[in-house]
């Protein structure tokens, strides 16, 4: 079974994901054993963000570190499971509140694929990036 990362590569609307993760220096982490549940926006959450946000973001690694640690929460986490909770601490170290609506939604996203299994944890693809704050 493939990765979390692996997953995200093989998968072309998450280029944008993968470059972030790899300027972020989080590929290894990721591919750790975990497991972890990761909200892994799109290319479409991507492109939401205001110009030239990402851009800015990959020149500052650590920050980017940050935003994407947030996007994570240790163990696996399924879509059945996130809706009996109502709050879940990402690896970066902040609450992300879960919402149990139809969608599920993480925070300020929308869940709009659920439950792709990895071997060291879950993928939960979402529509926007969630930032702290």
Known sequence: MAT????AI???GFETL???VKAAD??????GHGP???????????A??????????????????????YHVVAGRWT??????TSELISLEGSPIPIRCHSPLEVKNASVIAADIEASNGIVHVI????LMG
């Open 4 to 7: 979390i990362v692996d997953i």
């Open 10 to 12: 093989d998968n072309p």
């Open 18 to 20: 993968v470059a972030a």
């Open 26 to 31: 989080l590929v290894e982490t990721l591919q």
């Open 36 to 46: 972890f549940t990761v909200f892994a926006p799109n290319d479409d959450a991507f």
């Open 48 to 69: 939401k963000l205001p110009p030239n946000t990402v851009n800015n973001l990959v020149q500052n690694p650590p920050q980017l570190a940050r935003i994407l640690a």
């Open 79 to 84: 879509s059945a499971q996130l809706a009996d």
């Open 127 to 130: 529509d926007t990036v969630i």
